[in-house]
Structures are given as structure tokens and as C-alpha cells.
């Protein structure tokens, strides 16, 4: 199927959030849309899926003028899409999950579940997908999700599917399965709308890219272009892809984690006996594959998690029992792994969001009644200092795109007048710009002299930023080595392989 975009054309408000995109997708190929963070392309998916009416220009399928209420119309039509945060329901089982996909009702409500069952069964077969049908949604790890949502589309018989940001959340060997997936795919004739801001994935995979910037489409490019050279296309000007920095120099700050264990309610182990510091003046890295214990270990330095055992100490001051709001208050910045779960409220103003656990301090307080100019202006200054495309501070928080939405919890937290930093995924979801840009502002708070701790599944990040890495693996500390030590040694520790297995050699870096 041919599919065609033509003269496409959003508003919301003031804003113009797609004009006039032109877009071709060939059948059985893989297009990918590149743009920096709110340049619309999710805005123009949701269009092409029928979640927006657009105002302005035309969708044809092979020659012919379509339009679409709503999903459903887009389905029947043959589109399908993966959403960034997809819509399962964790208590359902894959079946059920795909049988609600097409409507599947028979006489009296009930769901064909055995159709779909054989749904599950044949593709999983056929893309070799590994999936059982019985499964429960809540005890798949995420790229197995995925293929569910995948499958859900399929199921409907897809022609074109759309996939928005969908590596994002994934391991590098899911990403990998997923890149091949959709080479089979497309070797079945199936077109993919591609949305990444991960450059070496275009150019491994994408037949064609269409470049978008401020709602408008700037140019083609081909995948033989270089990084560099799609980076700019991107964002408008030249992008450093490398960070800078200078040797660490140290303060008389510190921030140790000792003996630290986290256990669930039923006693299981998430951290297991964790112990590292963090210098002021210095970057550690945590690096590890997503999912073991580093998402517990930033909640318990958050105060969010209780410890089992162990104690958390910051300029020599044990901080374990404090609460919450009373970190963050005396210097804690803390940007979540979830940012939509646990970084916002998506229903107040980006406004009000830029001050959540200040709001009753000075200056945004004043008596009882908070001071609505003073929170203004410090939200624009936020939004100017860290480039957050909003159309108004006072629009709800969930209007921004997700790399906007990101950035806006970073400037939150990076503005405070911190004593330690945690940022977890400091860039996921973000465009090269900014990713540039953020890399810059994590080195400017080490340089500051303040201890930072970043958690980060992306090697490439974890190697950029780091003085030191720690490496996690089923809630243990598997080896602290310095930033320059061989990505084999990194690989084989994430993997469970402790440093002390693996010969001194390998690990001890460079420069020894
Ligand atoms: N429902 C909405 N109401 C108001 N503004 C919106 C709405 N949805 C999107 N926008 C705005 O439209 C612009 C484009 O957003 P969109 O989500 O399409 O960007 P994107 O290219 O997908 O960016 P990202 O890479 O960050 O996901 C942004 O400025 C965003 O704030
Ligand atoms: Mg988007």
C-alpha cells in the first residue's frame, strides 16, 4: 500500500504544530521521521491514525482520498501503531490483550479468545517471537510488550505500521531483535513509519528520511549521511556528539551509599549489600542492563524506599531516615526514571509543575497565597534557559512533547541550589540538541564541585559522562572501574560477571 501525506496541517492554539508536511511512505519500506524534540512528528502520526483531525491537507492510500474519525477508521484502513507508552493492561494475558485489539467480540460480549490465541501462536511463529499466550502482561519485561503491541497491529492486518520512539525503552539486544523484525517485516511487504532520535538505528535501517523542524518538513536526507551530517539536518546547526570535560576536581563533598540493601514487602532482595560514594567534583555512573536494582537504589536515596539494612550519608550527615521532601529540600535534585509517573502532575501548569515540592517556600510564597508573577517568570526563565518548547506556561504539563516534557524536570531540578544530584536516564527520549545540551549542564553541576550520581542503560552516555562507573547486576555491585575501561569488560560485568573474574588487565583501563 502507498500511503500519502499531503499538505498536512495541525493547530493547537497559536501553536502550528504541522504545516503543510508532505510525506510519501513506498510500499514495503521503512521511513523514518527525524526532528528535534516537539517538532510534531507525534502530532502527525496521531493525525495519520485518526486520534487528530487535522486541519489542513489530505491522507491518500494509493491514490485514493481518505479520512478517519477516529482509530478504528485508521485500523480498518490498514494502519497500525505502537505508542511510545503503550495501552496494555497489566492484569490481562497476551491473548486477551490482542483479542481487545480487534474487536473481537462474539454475540453476547464475549472475547474470542481461542482466535486469538491462534493469533498469538502463528505470528509469534512466524516472526519468532517467543511469545505464550497465557502469559500475564505484568510479567513481561518490556520488549516482550512490545511484541505484543506489535502482534495487536499485525492481527489487524497492518500495512503500514507506525512505531513512535519504540528502542527508547528497550535492552540492546532487544533493539537489535526489533531491527530485525522489521527487516522481515518489510521484506513482507509491510511500510514502517519509523520515529527515533537514535541516528545509528536510521542508518542501519531506514530506506528514507524525512527531516521535520518546527512543525515543518526541511528536507530528505539518505541513510548513507553521516551521524554528524543527520544532526544538523535535525536540529539546524552543528551538533557535538562528544562531551568535554576537564579532570575532576575535587571538593570536600561526599555522598557514600554503605552496605545499602532494598527489599519488597515480602522480603525480596532488589539491592543487596550496595556500597560506593561519590565525590563532589566527580560523575559516577551506574551502569547496567534495565531492571536490576538500580531503579530501587535511586528510590531509597529519594527516601522513597525504606532500607533494609545499610546507611546513606552526605557531608559525613546520616541521611537514611529523612523523608522525601525534606532531601529534596536541603539539596537533593532527583530526576525519576518515569518521568510521567513520577516527575509531574499532568494536569497542572508547566508552571506549577516548575515548582512542586517548593511551592510553600520563598520566593513563590507568600503567607498563604502563592505569587503567581514570581512562579511566572521563573517558569519562562526555565523554559528559556533549557530551550523547552512550550506555547504558554500555564498550558497543562502533559501538552509537551516527551523531550520537552524531559527537559522541563531537568530544569526544575537542576535549578535548585543542590548539594548532591541523581538523575536517572538523564536524556531518554531526548533529540541530539539536547542531549548536547544536557550533557553540558550534568558536567557544569560536577564542575560546581556538587557529587552526581547518573543511572543510565545507554553505554554510550554512561562512558561519556562518567569519572567512575559502578556496575549493577541483580542488585549487586559487580565492580567500580574507571570511565576509560574497555566496553568488553563494561559488557561482561553487566552480564553478572564480577570484576575480580575477570583478570586485572582487562579492567584496569588505559592509562594503566
Ligand atoms: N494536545 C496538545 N495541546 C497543545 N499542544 C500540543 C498538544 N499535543 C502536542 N502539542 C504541541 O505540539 C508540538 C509538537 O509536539 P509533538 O508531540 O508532535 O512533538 P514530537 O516531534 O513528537 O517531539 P518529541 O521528540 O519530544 O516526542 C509541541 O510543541 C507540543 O507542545
Ligand atoms: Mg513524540
Known sequence: MKLELRGITKVFGPLVANDHIDVVVEPGTIHALLGEN?????????????????????????????????????????????????????????????????????????????KARKIVKDLSARFGFDLDPDALIK???????????????????????????????????ETDELIEIMRQLRRQGTSIILITHKLREVKAIADEIT????????????????????????????????????????????FEIKDVTVATDTGHILVDQVSFDVKGGEVVCIAGVQGNGQTELTEAILGARTLAAGQMLLDGKDISNQKPKERLRSGLGFVPEDRSRDGMIATFSIAENMILDQYDEAPFAKGIALSKSVINKNAEDLRDEFDVRVTSVHDPISTLSGGNAQKAILAREMSKKLK????????????VGSIEFVHSRIIAERDSGIPVLVVSTELDE??????????????????????????????????????????NSAAEGKEN
Open 211 to 254: 527531516v521535520i523542524r518546527r512543525g515543518k518538513v526541511v528536507g530528505k536526507e539518505h541513510p548513507s549521511a553521516s551521524e554528524t551530517q543527520l544532526a544538523s539536518a535535525m536540529v539546524g546547526r552543528p551538533v557535538d556528539l562528544n562531551v568535554h570535560k576537564q579532570d575532576p576536581q575535587y571538593s570536600d563533598s561526599l
Open 139 to 173: 510479567d513481561l519485561p518490556v520488549g516482550a510488550q512490545q511484541r505484543v503491541e506489535i502482534i495487536k497491529a499485525l492481527s489487524r492486518d497492518a500495512s503500514v505500521l507506525i512505531l513512535d520512539e519504540p528502542t527508547a525503552v528497550l535492552t540492546p539486544q
Open 38 to 114: 516537539g517538532a510534531g512528528k507525534s502530532t502527525l502520526m496521531n493525525v495519520l491514525y485518526g486520534l487528530y483531525q487535522p486541519d489542513g491537507g489530505q491522507i491518500l492510500i494509493d491514490g485514493q482520498p481518505v479520512s478517519f474519525k477516529g482509530p478504528g477508521d485508521a485500523v480498518a484502513a490498514g494502519i497500525g501503531m505502537v505508542h511510545q507508552h503503550f495501552m496494555l493492561v497489566p492484569v490481562f494475558t497476551v491473548a486477551e490483550s490482542v483479542a481487545l485489539g480487534y474487536e473481537p467480540t462474539k454475540a453476547g460480549g464475549v472475547l474470542d479468545l481461542p
Open 462 to 503: 554512561v562512558v561519556a559522562l562518567a569519572d567512575r562507573i559502578v556496575v549493577m547486576y541483580h542488585g549487586r555491585v559487580m565492580g567500580i572501574v574507571p570511565a576509560d575501561t574497555p566496553r568488553d569488560t563494561l559488557g561482561l560485568m553487566m552480564a553478572g560477571v564480577p570484576l575480580e573474574e575477570i583478570g
Open 420 to 431: 548532591l544530584l541523581v538523575v536517572s536516564q538523564p536524556t531518554r527520549g531526548l533529540d
